[in-house]
Nanobody
């Protein structure tokens, strides 16, 4: 199983970016796909998840600004990030696994991780 994350970069406040996470070795829809982020010296933080029940889950800090989606044909998940703020400047990671619906926010339950992609929000 491999997860290939891409799409990070630099953007001005209130701008947008879209992160991608291409999965190989996993059957589409059979796993939970999530995004986490981590700032230096801090714990990894849940951002969003697309659960196997088809529902999406978001951290309160990104709700209404970020949207997680998926493309079956490409076996890829996306994180559309709008109205970016300087505090969104961190490294973002995609992850997949089989956490139960009630635990999609728990990073310890994800089995596979992509490499991080840095998002920088600055004027």
């Amino acid at each position: 199983v491999q997860l290939q994350a891409s799409g990070g970069g630099s953007v001005q406040p209130l701008g947008s970016l879209r992160l991608s996470c291409a999965a190989s070795g996993l059957t589409f829809g059979s796993y939970v796909m999530a995004w986490f982020r981590q700032a230096p010296g801090k714990e990894r933080e849940f951002v969003a998840a697309f659960a196997r029940n088809g529902y999406t889950y978001y951290a309160d800090s990104v709700k209404g600004r970020f949207t997680i989606s998926r493309d079956r044909a490409k076996n890829t998940h996306y994180l559309q990030m709008n109205v970016l703020k300087p505090e969104d400047t961190v490294v973002y990671y995609c992850a997949s696994g089989y956490p139960p619906v009630g635990s999609v926010r728990s990073d310890g339950l994800y089995r596979w991780w992509g490499q991080g992609t840095l998002v920088t929000v600055s004027s």
